[in-house]
């Protein structure tokens, strides 16, 4: 690995710093080199604050070092104004003369014209480095932008024998198909993700609160499909624990492309990540319009003997971990 590399590299670790609270922006992360060292770092800010190239600059203690110094970051610096000026503004302002750039940022609002400023400026800009983790690590914000739609992440827990829920069960609360380590994990990737989506049976056959309670977080907005209007707002999911979205009748045609609608509903409400919790028909609901990009399924030990049958997919295997007697499955679309 160049020492390109090895920087962008590092630039990806602090960047992850930012996981769960900068949304809708990207989690951007930069490194400011001088000589060999490592003179600044900065990730992006919860939403509203500095982006990573701000902090980073902000934390060179000698100024004066930047004119001689490089700048690493994960995506194209931006150009634009929004809650923040442009970062290529104030790189420029310091004259940082060269900028080292993990991947363009193909949102319309930037889409290259960060490059163009600073090299009108007279920097010297390198694109392309460790291109295709950058990408990945902005999964998220590249899929609100391109697909116009959420990063979608499929979960649920399935028995030995392929079940994810019994077919009757006597009190409203979730039975317990997992080990206590792989429940807070969900609740670890609640608070990396913007919001959660259930359907009417998962509301009133568990009665779930769909925060983060397991785990020090940011709460999701709850997205809740409720065809009809019939939940009570006595279930725990209307709670003012977190945002509660409904979506029936009124917000969509359940005639036809319901998880399209969704997402469109979601997309203009800003939001860039969700994950899909339950129940059956709707995880399968998605499977079948083919929207979903990950797919997290933990296999427990217990069995049920009969029950409702997990979904049914198909999508590429990139890993799988122990998590004590349980069994992760991750998944890619694709």
């Known amino acids: 690995m160049t020492n390109h590399g090895i920087y962008i590299k590092r630039c ?8 769960g609270t900068t949304r809708p922006n990207p989690m951007v992360g930069s490194v400011i080199v001088h000589n060999n060292n490592v003179i600044g770092e900065g990730y992006t800010s919860k939403y509203g604050g500095n982006h990573a190239e701000v902090n980073a600059i902000n934390s060179v203690v000698n100024k004066s070092l930047l004119k ?16 923040t000026p442009p970062c290529s503004d104030l790189i420029i302002k ?4 060269n900028v080292v750039i993990g991947c363009v940022d193909d949102n319309e609002k930037v889409a290259g014209k960060g490059i163009e400023k600073l090299k009108n400026a007279g920097c010297n800009v390198t694109v392309g480095v460790l291109e295709n983790e950058c990408k990945n690590h902005h999964k998220r914000f590249f899929t609100f932008h391109n697909k116009k739609r959420p990063y979608i992440i499929l979960k649920w827990a399935e028995t030995a024998d ?8 006597n009190e409203q609360k979730p039975v317990w198909i997992t080990n206590a380590y792989s429940r807070q994990l969900v609740h670890k990737w609640r608070a990396e993700e913007q919001a959660i ?3 009417t049976n998962t509301v009133t ?3 779930p609160s769909l925060t983060t309670r397991d785990w020090i977080g940011q709460n999701p907005i709850r997205v809740i499909i409720d065809k009809d209007n ?11 624990e977190a945002e509660t979205i409904v979506v029936n009748i009124s917000t969509i045609d359940f005639l036809k492309n319901v998880a399209k609608q969704i997402c469109d509903v979601l997309f203009q409400k800003n939001i860039n990540s969700i994950i899909i919790e339950g129940g059956s028909k709707t995880l399968q609901t998605f499977i079948d319009e083919n929207i979903w990009d990950e797919a997290r399924v933990f296999i427990g030990t217990v ?3 009969n029950g409702i049958k997990s979904p049914t997919f198909s999508g590429k295997l990139i890993s799988e971990e122990a998590i004590i007697n349980d069994t992760l499955k991750t998944y890619k679309n694709g």
């Open 230 to 240: 019939k939940l009570s707002k006595d279930y725990v999911a209307f709670n003012n």
């Open 68 to 83: 001689e110094a490089t700048l690493y970051v994960t995506l194209e610096p931006c150009s634009h104004f929004g809650k």
């Open 303 to 305: 069995q049920f003997k």
């Open 197 to 199: 989506l259930v359907g």
């Open 94 to 97: 310091h004259q940082i003369p």
């Open 12 to 19: 990806l670790e602090i960047a992850k710093n930012g996981l």
């Open 205 to 207: 056959q568990d009665n």
């Open 162 to 169: 392929g079940f994810i829920a019994p077919k009757t069960k």
